[in-house]
């Protein structure tokens, strides 16, 4: 069943907003990514607070994003986590020309290190680079 929604996730500052009454956070959360996600809806990730008042430590880093998605929303499932973080895109397409590729072994790895020298292509010419 397909529900036309498109549900949209900041985990980080979610987490960093909810909740913040005197003493320790108990009813902090994040959306209901995957429930919308069983319903039929597409679930995506983003981040847009970087440093700001909303979330100081922000850096705007999709891998932290992921990360944060991973153990907050559960959305640990490769594929699923995948197409939130890229548009709905759960791998690599033939004639892909926007991509970040990420030194890692795995995409675990890639969550877990969250490494430099990432490459940033833009329609399939080389835009970034972090030095090696």
């Not at 397909?2 to 108990?26: I, S, Y």
């Not at 429930?35 to 039929?40: D, M, Q, S």
């Not at 895109?89 to 970040?100: E, F, H, K, L, S």
Request: with cysteine; charged share 25%; glycine share 10%.
């Amino acid at each position: 069943m397909q529900t036309g929604v498109t549900l949209m996730a900041l985990p980080e500052t979610n987490l960093f907003l909810q909740d913040r009454r005197q003493g320790t956070p108990k009813l902090r959360g994040v959306t209901m990514a995957r429930e919308v996600a069983a319903a039929g809806g597409k679930v995506r990730l983003g981040t847009d607070n970087v440093r700001d008042w909303f979330f100081p430590f922000g850096d705007g880093d999709m891998l932290d994003t992921g990360l944060f998605a991973a153990l907050t929303l559960h959305l640990d499932d490769e594929a699923a986590l995948t197409a939130a973080l890229c548009d709905g895109n759960a791998c690599v397409q033939p004639g892909t020309r926007d991509i970040v590729l990420v030194p890692a072994t795995s995409f675990d790895d890639a969550l877990a290190r969250r490494p430099d020298q990432r490459r940033v292509y833009r329609a399939g010419r080389l835009v970034a680079a972090e030095p090696v």
